[in-house]
């Protein structure tokens, strides 16, 4: 369970003994890390990840997490109701980073779809914010950002283990 109102710790990284560490599935160890970010950096004034004070690995696993978290909630659609255009460019950065350029592409995808409707959005009911062709169009995006969750998370747990010493201080 997440702990959104703990005391910031003093350091950015997750304190763990490397052995119970090493032990994790890496499912486990991406988990762990993100909600120790959550823990450290969530602004309760905003509702928000302040990513401002996060390195850049953490950046990258923070806004995959909150991208795929959304869109497997509620597709593009609850991403976009949620976020706005707040995670759209490290997002991009964050897929393409771990070598996920299929998902940065689809994402890209539904982002254009976003901005191409963006002022019409604005007068638009939350519940109901696209027409049913841009809907139809980001039903298809979810079906193929779905695809490639596997790929997706290999991607992730092979960035996480390759940039451990950017999440976790062992001690």
């Known amino acids: ?10 350091d950015s990284k997750l304190h763990i ?3 119970k560490f090493d032990k994790l599935e890496d499912s486990d160890k991406c988990q762990k890390i993100h909600e120790y970010l959550i823990n450290t950096f969530w602004n309760k004034s905003k509702n928000r990840l ?3 004070q996060m390195n850049d690995s953490q950046k990258i696993l923070s806004s995959i997490f ?3 978290g959304d869109v ?3 597709g593009f659609v609850q991403l976009f109701q949620n976020t706005q255009d707040e995670y759209f460019k ?3 950065i964050a897929f393409k980073t771990i070598n996920d350029t299929k998902t940065a592409k689809i994402f890209e995808e539904a982002i254009k779809i976003y901005h191409e409707n963006i002022d019409f959005l604005s007068g638009r009911n939350l519940n109901a914010p696209f027409s049913e062709k841009e809907d ?3 039903a298809q995006l ?3 950002f779905y695809k490639f969750d596997d790929k997706r998370y290999t991607s992730l747990f092979k960035f996480v283990n390759s940039h451990v010493e950017d999440f976790v201080i062992f001690n």
């Open 142 to 144: 979810d079906k193929k």
């Open 1 to 10: 369970m997440l702990h959104f109102f703990r005391k910031k710790p003093k």
């Open 90 to 92: 490290d997002g991009i």
């Open 66 to 68: 909150i991208i795929v």
């Open 17 to 19: 003994r490397r052995t």
């Open 50 to 52: 302040d990513f401002s």
């Open 136 to 138: 139809a169009k980001l």
């Open 72 to 74: 497997g909630n509620g």
